[in-house]
Each structure stands twice: as structure tokens, then as C-alpha cells.
């Protein structure tokens, strides 16, 4: 099936570790994005990526890195420096190229600090 | 990029029709309108979207007003599993998705 992929489902972060979250999709898509959603609240952009090796920072980046080495993959890094990690992280995907299509997203990965 | 405005909560009987509004009176000529949809502990869904004309799909049907400043969500005959909550989304310049805290649909019997 043609879709994107988070894993893990759960994590769990000690104090000062930095953990990745892993985003695959199959779909050939251009452009991938990273969201971040509190209880309650609608997602917040962390990174977006239009193409292989270039990525740029939404509008709560800070704490956060991407890296963009294949089409497929957009992993997400949750560094020490973001102080509230506490969170439902979500992964999307859109062809890129052209502005009407929408965006498909993952089930997401809820990260909790032990 | 426009916003928009939602209300926060509606209820909808089972089987009757679901018209969820949404107003982004600062949209600009070449955004267009998204919907989504979001239950509880799942990645938001795609519904539908459009940019000036009314738009059907197999999920639902979108109406756009004649100067673009708002639109309503139509799910024809909701189902106990509609409960969610839609957000409506104009595209952004970026090309990322601006979402607010949208309006919770619940679908009672």
C-alpha cells in the first residue's frame, strides 16, 4: 500500500537525550513536513523539506533538526535543547510541485519524558 | 496566509446532514480552501478542497461563497463515525497547512 510510515507508535525520552522520529513514504513525493500538536491544540509546523538536501524551518524549530538524504525518508530529531518535548509528532507529504494538491499525513509518534 | 475561523464545537444527529462553516474573509485569489478531518490519536485526513467552485467527492461536499470569504463543509448523511474534529485550511505560500484548533463534530444517535 501507498502511504507514509511513523515509527515508533510510542517513545519515551530521558532528560537530555536526543531521540529521532522516522518518517518513510512511498507515494514519490517532492515535499515532506514535520507538525507538532498539543493536547487540544491544531499542528504547529517544525520543518518542511521541497527537495532532497534542502530543508527549511517552520515556524517552531528551535530544539528540532531534519535532515533530507533521500526522497522517502525525513527523519526527525528531538534534541536536549527543546526543554517541552511532550507531544504528538506528525508527518506529511505532498507531491510539491504543484500548490493545489494536498498534504497526506502518518498516524504520528507520541513522545512522553520519563 | 489567510486564517480562518471556526466555530469550536457542533452536534449533528446520526443520519441527518453535518454543515460545519468556516469563514477566511483574508483569502487571496490563488489560495485554496482544504478540508481535513482528525480523530483522536490518528494523523488528520484529507476530506476534500476546492478554490472558487463547489466541489463532491465520495466523503463529502464543499461550497464555496461567490466572494470566497467563507465555506461550509457538507457530510450528507453523518454517521456515528464522522465524531472527529475538521479543520479548514487555506494553502499557504510556503505550501504548508496552517491549522487551528477547528470545530468537534459529535454524531449522536
Known amino acids: 500500500d501507498g502511504g507514509i510510515t511513523q515509527s515508533p507508535k510510542y517513545l519515551f525520552r530521558k532528560e537530555g537525550q536526543n531521540v529521532t522520529l522516522s518518517c518513510e513514504q512511498n507515494?514519490?513525493?517532492?515535499?515532506m513536513y514535520w507538525y507538532r500538536q498539543d493536547p487540544g491544540q491544531g499542528l504547529r509546523l517544525i520543518y518542511y523539506?521541497?527537495?532532497?538536501?534542502?530543508?527549511q524551518k517552520g515556524d517552531i524549530a528551535e530544539g528540532y533538526s531534519v535532515s533530507r538524504e533521500k526522497k522517502e525518508s525525513f527523519p526527525l530529531t528531538v534534541t536536549s535543547a527543546q526543554k517541552n518535548p511532550t507531544a504528538f509528532y506528525l508527518c506529511?507529504?505532498?507531491?510539491?510541485?504543484?500548490?493545489?494538491?494536498?498534504?497526506?499525513f502518518g498516524d504520528g509518534t507520541r513522545l512522553s519524558i520519563l | 496566509d489567510a486564517k480562518t475561523t471556526q466555530p469550536p464545537s457542533m452536534d449533528c444527529a446520526e443520519g441527518r446532514a453535518a454543515n460545519l462553516p468556516c469563514n477566511h474573509s483574508t483569502i487571496s485569489g490563488n489560495e485554496y480552501v482544504y478540508w481535513y478531518r482528525q480523530i483522536h490519536s490518528q494523523g488528520p485526513q484529507y476530506i476534500i478542497h476546492?478554490?472558487?467552485n463547489n466541489e463532491t467527492n465520495e466523503m463529502a461536499s464543499l461550497i464555496i461563497t461567490e466572494d470566497r470569504k467563507s465555506s461550509t463543509l457538507i457530510l450528507p448523511h453523518a454517521t456515528l463515525r464522522d465524531t472527529a474534529v475538521y479543520y479548514c485550511i487555506v494553502s499557504s505560500q510556503r505550501n504548508d497547512m496552517r491549522f487551528g484548533a477547528g470545530t468537534r463534530l459529535t454524531v449522536k444517535p
Open positions: 523539506s521541497q527537495i532532497v538536501n534542502d530543508f
Open positions: 507515494l514519490n513525493h517532492d515535499a
Open positions: 476546492g478554490l472558487k
Open positions: 506529511a507529504s505532498r507531491t510539491g510541485q504543484n500548490s493545489n494538491q494536498p498534504q497526506h
